[in-house]
C-alpha cells in the first residue's frame, strides 16, 4: 500500500493499515529504518497505564503485605535477588 510524504515529512497511514493494527488518533508508534525500508510500530500500553490498571493486585499477597506500591515491590525483588 502506498502513502506519500506530504510538507514537513508527514504521511497517513491508510485506513485498512490503521484498523487492522489497531492504530488509534492518540496512539505512539515507534519510527525506525530497517534494511533501508521505513517501520511503523505501535507502541503497547504505556508504563503509566499498566500501573494504572494492576494498583492493588498483590495488596493480599504474603510477601508484599504493607507495601504502598508497585515501585516499592519492585526494590524489594530487585534487593532480594542481589543476595543470592
Not at 499498566?50 to 492493588?56: F, Y
Not at 504502598?68 to 543476595?83: A, H, I
Amino acid at each position: 500500500m502506498k502513502a506519500k510524504v506530504a510538507r514537513r515529512y508527514q504521511i497517513t497511514i491508510p485506513e485498512e493499515v490503521r484498523e487492522e493494527v489497531g492504530i488509534n488518533v492518540g496512539d505512539v508508534v515507534d519510527v525506525s529504518s530497517q534494511d533501508g525500508k521505513v517501520v511503523i510500530e505501535k507502541v503497547g500500553r504505556s508504563w503509566e497505564a499498566v500501573m494504572k490498571e494492576t494498583r492493588g493486585t498483590w495488596k493480599s499477597h504474603p510477601a508484599f503485605v504493607g507495601m504502598k506500591d508497585s515501585v516499592e515491590m519492585v526494590r524489594w525483588l530487585r534487593n532480594k535477588g542481589s543476595k543470592r
